[in-house]
């Protein structure tokens, strides 16, 4: 082979590896994480910040504990609800062909749960006790929260009302629903245990939430991994109809990725009201259900259902609150946050629009066909 063949297949390989790379579904949200690094790293330099963005302390909290602290901590710390929200947001976007935007209120009923079963209890109470009261009270939230998502499912699976509408009762209703949980009172725990599992575990310097967010992550790994549900999920979002001639049910499988999601609800509840040992029922996990379809998005997900890539949401999850804490440092006020998430779901929009891929189809179709037309000139000639 000549030098210059040699070149040629070198080159061609190249190509083709970056056109593997580019069309990767993970690219989007990995490109998205070091655009932010590269542009907060240029930003230490122009500000001349003393602290940099990247750095990571060993310092006492508020508590007296030496815990890690800094942007990155934060991020991955902050980030925590919104990933676990970022699976079943995904499972329910890929089975429905919608999204679900009750996950903030029904937060809300999971929180109020919670401090229902707690409140009760003082803080002098045996650690024993006090861990069988923590469990119960988070298993009731499990419960409490499976049983709205069932809800939520049977109205789109059984009903076959478009999961947004469908939703649109909670996402009214819920946070009612979680004051009423506790006669409208605002609840407050002062036992220091309860905030172990929103914040740090003395003696453990890395918060809570990012322990808890792994082992939900190892579990979903598992459960996609040893069951058909990934399979499943993404041939009834495909086509509810051929699935059902294959032997799947599909109103089974929206319903479960419904409850599977109120499942997360509760997780993400249990770390919120943990995080300030309290709830206010109109703030707490407010507008989250848009960051939840804004992680699905980045990660490449079609937003009207089918093929899915649970890695690519998760990752999308962290972009966001690397993104939001990004704002923060250039002092964005936290009102005008939403309006650049906003710029970033349009973006999104009109890059996956029809239009816009057929435009790019037709582009590459366009340059293939002169490269071709090009090389059987040089042959004859």
């Not at 542009?39 to 060993?58: E, G, P, R």
């Not at 469908?166 to 905030?195: E, K, P, Q, V, Y």
């Amino acid at each position: 082979m000549s030098n210059n063949q040699k070149a040629i297949s070198s080159g061609n390989s190249v190509k083709g590896f970056l056109s593997k790379v580019v069309h990767n579904q993970l690219f989007i949200p990995i490109a998205a994480l070091l655009l932010l690094v590269v542009f907060n790293a240029f930003a230490d330099i122009l500000l001349h910040s003393d602290t940099s963005f990247f750095k990571i302390v060993l310092e006492p909290s508020s508590t007296g504990n030496m815990v890690l602290s800094g942007n990155l901590i934060t991020i991955i710390d902050n980030a925590s609800e919104l990933a676990l929200l970022a699976i079943g947001m995904t499972l329910v976007t890929s089975a429905s062909g919608g999204q679900d935007i009750s996950v903030g209120a029904t937060i809300a009923i999971a929180g109020s749960t919670i401090l229902r079963i707690v409140k009760g209890y003082s803080s002098d109470i045996s650690d024993g006790k006090f861990a069988g009261v923590i469990i119960c009270a988070f298993l009731l939230a499990i419960v409490v929260s499976a049983l709205f998502g069932a809800f939520n499912g049977a109205l789109v699976a059984y009903f076959k009302i478009q999961p947004m509408v469908a939703t649109l009762i909670l996402f009214t209703a819920g946070r009612s629903i979680a004051a009423w949980i506790n006669n409208n009172d605002n609840i407050s725990i002062n036992d220091s245990r309860f905030g172990y599992f929103g914040n740090f575990i003395p003696g453990i310097p890395v918060p809570t939430p990012v322990f808890i967010t792994v082992i939900c992550l190892i579990v979903i790994a598992l459960v996609l991994k040893f069951t058909n549900l990934r399979l499943y999920s993404q041939a009834v979002g495909i086509n509810a109809s051929s699935s059902r001639l294959n032997g799947i049910n599909p109103k089974t499988i929206k319903l479960l990725s419904f409850i599977i999601l109120g499942i997360c609800v509760a997780v993400c509840g249990f770390i919120k009201v943990s995080r300030t040992s309290s709830i206010t029922y109109a703030v707490i996990a407010n507008n989250i259900e848009m960051d939840a379809i804004l992680a699905v998005a980045l990660g490449g997900n079609n937003l009207g259902g089918g093929k899915f890539n649970m890695t690519a949401s998760v990752l999308g999850a962290y972009v966001i609150q690397f993104l939001t804490t990004t704002l923060f440092r250039m002092k964005v006020s936290s009102s005008a946050i939403s309006a650049y998430k906003a710029i970033v779901v349009i973006l999104l929009i009109i890059m996956s629009s029809p239009f816009i891929r057929k435009w790019l189809a037709d582009m590459k179709n366009k340059r293939l066909a002169a490269k071709a037309e090009a090389r059987v000139g040089k042959e004859n000639a």
